[in-house]
């Protein structure tokens, strides 16, 4: 990896100014090491510091520019002080890439509700925090600024003990084409849906019989690093050409 230079902010990735949360495993890791890769200054954001300092110290060995901020998406607090902290480390926000999320799925039957709330807390209160945290930063800036959500093709077509999961992942859909629409010509909207990836979506599923369906699913998963590179296709873009919605799935997943 070569070192990073300072870039407009505009197309291309050399430069730009990234947020990404859940960055600490998963898509999010696999994001922050490709945009690094191409010259992104990366900010990542996620619960579990030691994962994200290690990440970090990774970039940096290679060349890159990163920080980290602890960041639970659900505190509204901790959006505002990620997008605090790509400002002040290095004088603008080019990006917030809203990755974060969690898979706890089960029969409605299992009455889960706190995982229900939580689901909903991290995949639609989370994306409005940051929406809250980033678009009157975009305003101000000459250049805009862009948002990156990663949703789920789980908002195209539910299955049984994805019930809740797949309602929030349609929310984060609508919510993230409602902001398109207003954004306005200086800001960018883009969301990545991907289908079953090699994460840790499938670890902490109770159910025994939903866990054997979704463990048979994973040996046919895609890796990380595929819906990353849908990420970055998304924001290397012209400023002029706005990618609304990619899909990404295992040729596999019906």
């Known amino acids: 990896m070569t070192a990073v230079r300072q870039g407009s902010g505009t197309d291309g ?15 999010g890791a696999a994001t922050a090491r490709l945009l690094a890769e191409g010259g992104a200054r990366v900010v990542l954001a996620g619960r579990r510091e030691d994962r994200l300092a290690d990440l970090v110290g990774e970039l940096v060995a290679e060349g890159g520019e990163a920080v980290y901020s602890v960041c639970d998406v659900t505190r509204r607090q901790d959006l505002a002080a990620l997008v605090a902290t790509a400002r002040e480390r ?15 799925v089960a029969p409605l039957d299992d009455l889960p509700v706190d995982d ?5 807390d991290v995949h639609v209160k989370g994306l409005l925090y940051g929406i809250a945290a980033a678009l009157p930063v975009f305003r101000e800036q000459p250049e805009g600024g862009q948002f990156v959500h990663t949703v789920s093709t789980a908002a195209y077509r539910t299955v049984p003990g994805q ?6 992942k349609t929310a984060a859909r609508t919510l993230t084409e409602g902001l398109r629409q207003e954004a306005g010509p200086s800001i960018r909207v883009s969301m990545v849906s991907p289908g079953f990836v090699a994460t840790e979506f499938a670890d902490h599923v109770k159910d025994p019989a939903l866990r054997e369906r979704l463990e048979e699913m994973k040996r046919k998963a895609i890796p990380p690093e595929a819906v990353a ?13 706005d990618v609304n919605e990619i899909v990404v799935r295992p040729t596999a997943q019906q």
């Open 116 to 120: 229900w709330e939580a689901m909903i």
């Open 90 to 104: 290095f004088g603008r926000l080019d990006v917030l890439v809203g990755n974060a999320g969690i898979g706890r």
């Open 163 to 168: 019930v809740v999961y797949s309602a929030s």
């Open 229 to 241: 590179r849908a990420i970055r296709f998304a924001i290397e873009q012209p400023r002029e050409v």
């Open 13 to 27: 990735i050399r430069g730009k100014v990234v947020a990404i949360t859940g960055a600490g495993s998963g898509i």
